[in-house]
């Protein structure tokens, strides 16, 4: 499932990233690789707050949708 849809304050596993290279290599850099473990804290707006190795990232939803996620 994207991880849009994934429930705040459960643990989810990230199973894939869609998308181009640069939006890969993006996300990469900021701790979203396959197989680490993410929370989702909250959704302001059209934005959300992910903590990823105890790191708290803010990304847009669009952005958000390109991640697959498992739990």
Known sequence: MPLTMAP????????????RD???RFLENLGFTEGAILTVIS?????????????RIAIDKTMANRIIVEQ
Not at 8 to 19: A, D, E, H, S
Not at 46 to 54: A, E, H, V, Y
């Open 8 to 19: 705040n304050g459960v643990q989810t596993r990230v199973k894939k990233i869609n998308g």
């Open 43 to 55: 959704e302001l707006g059209g934005n959300m707050i992910i903590n990823i190795k105890d790191t």
């Open 22 to 24: 640069e939006t890969k």
